[in-house]
């Protein structure tokens, strides 16, 4: 974190920001958990990044667990609270996990229920990092989340890009 804090100091210094969006056209995004990352994403990020997971306590790999609804609120607010001295807010970026056009949602979000304790398809079929459905029900998830939580800045994993490019399409710039 401490090295972190440093590049990101040398970055605001080399780019002349000032706290304000990178002038250089060289946007900042930041994002994760933590004490220490959410005051950093707060005072410097253009882009504040939001997984819409965590850490399974005592991985030693890195295993995340998605995060409801309620916790990833509680996400957001705490960017915002952090970040209501700034003059520009970061736009708000979720990483989405898993983008499958289907007409069967329950089935496609089944292999994930089966590998997380406790997970049930009612509660997946919640989770904002899913976007599972008809290309029509993913368009209309899409602008209800940024309603939602308030996500302009949406960053799809690569192996899903070729399914959100119908979504995309469809909302045309929304």
């Not at 950093?40 to 850490?55: F, M, P, Q, S």
């Not at 990483?95 to 056009?101: F, G, S």
């Amino acid at each position: 974190m401490d090295q972190l804090q440093r590049t990101i100091e040398e970055l605001d210094r080399l780019l002349g920001s000032d706290g304000l969006p990178h002038a250089q056209g060289v946007p900042l995004m930041i994002g994760g958990d933590g004490d220490r990352m959410p005051r950093l994403t707060a005072e410097h990020a253009d882009i504040a990044a939001v997984t819409g997971a965590r850490l399974v306590p005592g991985s030693t790999t890195g295993q995340l667990l998605p995060v409801g609804a309620g916790e990833l609120e509680e996400s957001v607010a705490c960017y915002r609270r952090l970040a209501a001295g700034r003059k520009e807010p970061a736009e708000l970026n979720l990483l989405i996990q898993q983008v499958t056009v289907t007409d069967d949602r329950a089935d496609a979000v089944r292999p994930l229920v089966e590998r997380v304790p406790g997970a049930t398809v009612e509660g997946a079929l919640e989770l904002a990092i899913l976007l599972v459905g008809t290309v029509d029900q993913i368009v209309a998830q899409v602008p209800a989340q940024r309603e939602r939580y308030g996500f302009t800045y949406l960053t799809v994993l690569e192996p899903y890009m070729e399914a959100f490019a119908p979504v995309v399409a469809e909302l045309g710039g929304h």
